[in-house]
């Protein structure tokens, strides 16, 4: 076991989080950091979320359960700030254990996860239809429910995991929430009544294949840090489509920050040690919403087709064209404020390789002046002008390189200007899609230790 106590209260825990609009590679860096964990925590989103993982050359793509059930000896949490699609999650358990993975035996899953149930994803989908229809533009979700579970939880009426165990319970709360929904279903949306029988068949049988896999989240974790086991708490998404943080409204319906690994799953804040974010090494983001560096990428030959063909840019849930840009620095420095960053890891590197240049949006204009941070407001980041810093590019590959001094110098000098502009430090390097290409510069788990950074070779 190489997790370890570093203190005489706890284990050392870390939060790994999207810096961007999500897609940074986030599953990745998780499978590669449960190496130094004993648990891993999803504490936000639901199956809207994407991880796809490379593990000896085999691609394995995650929604809902946490990247940590790669590693056979790591426990797997999902909190309680987490949506659970209860045939979704059923159905995810089974693709994995085809493969041979245990999974029933290390997951735990918080009683106090809000349900989703087969009439929010009609609602999903109906909105979107009717925005689309009236004009309004779609805010561009996955159509998995995932907004209207959030509604039902704020307004204190969702069905969570805890209520499958009560058949009784369950069957009055259905009906209560069913009728509400179709209301709006029918009468606002167009769309077709659901029927109460095959939605509360579904729910039991899945409750009672669900049933050992339910518990205290928080106080397992609890548990877990009191014995000095290493956890580490995954998020979702990215930070500029939070809740109350992001693109307003061209947001995900979950806080995606850093903060919110407490209040998702249930420990105190006293307990997140060290925060990682995940940053590609240009921007890309998926559905609408304001994008200021982003480039076109229908025309082949032109920068944008280049990320989006090279980097493999489409979304794992959706299977969706991910829109490409350059890098924005000025949007990295809103994210590393918001979530405390203790440091950063650039992903896909080797995407870069061979670009004769390469730009990074240090700021914008905005009104005719000159700001160095992203706005709060999504229509004045739709006005904002991006503002370039231009670089040399490098011909040599830096696909599967592990040691910084192997990267070439100027995409040392790229690395190095970023992290001078952002105020964190670029701490590991994603150089390929396997769990082994990686630059290791300082170890979230031993922080104390960090690698030589050279520019000469």
Not at 301 to 321: K, P, Y
Not at 363 to 368: A, N, T
Request: glycine share 12%; hydrophobic share 40%.
């Amino acid at each position: 076991m190489t997790a370890a106590a570093n203190s005489s209260i706890g284990g050392r825990n870390v939060v790994v989080v999207g810096t961007q609009w999500g897609d940074e590679g986030k599953g990745k860096v998780v499978d590669w950091l449960t190496d130094h964990a004993e648990a891993v925590v999803r504490f936000q989103g639901g199956h809207n979320a994407g991880h796809t993982l490379v593990i000896r050359g085999v691609k394995t793509a995650l929604q809902l359960i946490p990247s940590g059930v790669m590693r056979d000896r790591v426990a797997c949490f999902i909190g309680n700030g987490v949506v659970v699609d209860p045939a979704h999650l059923l159905g995810e358990i089974g693709r994995l254990e085809a493969i041979g993975l245990d999974v029933r035996s290390r997951l735990l899953v918080s009683e106090s996860c809000p349900l989703i149930l087969p009439f929010h994803v009609e609602l999903d989908k109906a909105r979107e239809g009717k925005r689309e229809s009236s004009g309004a533009g779609k805010i561009g979700t996955t159509g998995k429910g995932i907004g209207p579970a959030y509604e039902d939880k704020v307004a204190r009426r969702a069905l969570r995991v805890q209520d499958l165990k009560h058949p009784e319970r369950f069957a009055a709360k259905l009906r209560e929430l069913l009728e509400l929904h179709n209301f709006v279903l029918v009468g606002q949306l167009g769309a077709k009544a659901l029927e109460f029988e095959p939605i509360f068949e579904m729910a039991m049988l899945a409750g009672e294949a669900m049933r050992p896999m339910i518990g205290d989240v928080g106080y397992a974790l609890h548990k877990l840090h009191q014995r000095g086991a290493n956890i580490l708490f995954e998020g979702a998404q990215g930070t500029l489509l939070d809740i109350d943080h992001g693109t307003y409204p061209f947001v995900t319906s979950s806080n995606c920050v850093a903060g919110n690994a407490s209040a998702g799953s249930g420990v105190g804040p006293d307990q997140l040690h060290y925060i990682l974010g995940i940053t590609k090494a240009y921007t890309t983001r998926v559905g609408g919403g304001p994008f200021p560096s982003e480039l076109p990428i229908d025309e082949s030959g032109t920068i944008g087709h280049h990320l989006s063909t090279v980097g493999q840019e489409r979304g794992t849930v959706t299977g969706r064209a991910r829109r490409c840009g350059w890098l924005d620095a000025a949007l990295l420095k809103r994210s590393i404020i918001i979530n405390g960053i203790s440091g950063l890891c650039i992903t896909k590197l080797d995407v870069l390789d061979g670009l004769a240049e390469i730009k990074v949006c240090v700021g914008y204009e905005l009104g005719g002046k000159r700001i160095d941070i992203l706005p709060l407001d999504a229509d004045d980041i739709f006005a904002c002008v991006p503002i370039y810093e231009t670089f040399p590019g490098w011909t040599e590959s830096t696909f599967g390189v592990t040691e910084w001094s192997a990267l070439p110098v100027n995409a040392r000098l790229y690395l190095q200007r970023v992290e001078a502009f952002i105020g964190a430090p670029v701490d590991m390097v994603s150089t390929g899609p396997d769990r082994t290409h990686t630059i290791l510069l300082r170890h979230p788990y031993q922080p104390g230790t960090a690698a030589p950074r050279r520019l000469a070779a």
